[in-house]
């Protein structure tokens, strides 16, 4: 891909995302060891301890605090992190490849159009010696494009729940760049209205994609290159049939 390589841009995330989990993970368990030091240390106010054991504690409720400031500034680090690569490096190999994505499809239907032209001018194809003759080389032929249409149906099948997967993920990895709604009240008369953060621009792009493919009629695909495969089957049984009424 001209905007690099979408593997190694996925994989960057996943380490870096990992990193940030381990990093919230190790300051959320920092955070509960202060919340109880603090407690620690007001029960020894409250209690009048000796005043070389409360300046021991208040020693690690300030060390503590230190850490968990290290950690927000650490995990503040690793998300502008995530959010450059997702923004200069995701983005555009996402728009790349939809647009490769649609060229493919835009080549797939010129060609469906003329397989389907095809088919009709064969469907309207009239011949006096149509059918009378089949020899083993002809029932091989319909077996094979028997075979292969069952084979297209399942790699169909398989591409479009590929996409289907790859696009809701990375759709519900993305909606958490999403803030939450925040209210902000003024005391004023003139307060301002309830207010929600957008998400990043890929987000609509995944999310647009992610509606075009649940339109998709791939069920009823599935369900015509199927039927199709069954007539050719049943056309391939008539062949055996005919040819063992003319040999005997």
Known sequence: MASGSHSLTLGRLYA???KLYEEVKDGDSIRRIYERKCNHLRNQDVRGDEGLTVDKTRAAVKDLYSRILVAIRS????SNQIDKLRDEELEPQMRELLQGMMGTWKIMLE????QNKIIFEAKTFTCPSYGKFCNESHRLATLQLETELV?????FIEYIAAQ????EALHGWLSKFVAPEVEFYSRG???APPCQSNGPPILKVCHDWLDSMNKLPDKAVSFAIKSC???VR???LQQGGTATKEES
């Open 16 to 18: 870096w995302e990992k």
């Open 111 to 114: 060609s469906h159009e003329i």
């Open 151 to 155: 084979n297209w149906r399942a790699c």
């Open 75 to 78: 995990a503040e680090t690793i």
């Open 229 to 231: 495969a069954k007539d």
């Open 189 to 191: 008369r003139n307060s």
């Open 234 to 236: 049943a056309l391939w």
């Open 164 to 167: 289907k997967g790859y696009i």
